[in-house]
């Protein structure tokens, strides 16, 4: 079969228009879609200055915290009003409120890990909770 000149020319008209029709689609789309994200974007320069303060952060990198050693456990307390009070308490009774309320453990496993029973360490947690209630406020003037 032989290729005339007129089917050649067809062709690449056919294929132009083709091309043309695809580029104007991909353009609308890429249009409407900036026009979509344009709604939903602001620029670092239209904000205010306390917008700009909640998009960075500063890391305290432990300068403010204090560590308790709990049975080979690093237990950090961030709050130094509550760390300043658990220092105040008796060394048992400021392991199980660590152990109680900052790794999650139960009586009966902090009971295990000092061998002792579950009812007498949960007397000890709520005797020393009732003494560090009485500490944080005498140092906080609550």
Known sequence: MKLTNDFIERNMRQFHRYALRTLHYAALTAYYERLRLGKNTITFSSLSFQETRLLYRIDQHFTD???????????????????????????????????????GWTDRKIGEAFSSYDSSTRKRRLAALRVLRIIYEEQNGE
């Open 65 to 103: 915290d204090t560590i308790f050693n709990v049975l080979d456990y690093e237990i950090i307390v961030q709050d130094n009003n509550l760390a300043n009070a658990l220092n105040c308490l008796p060394e048992q009774g400021r392991n199980i409120i660590l152990l109680k309320y900052f790794l």
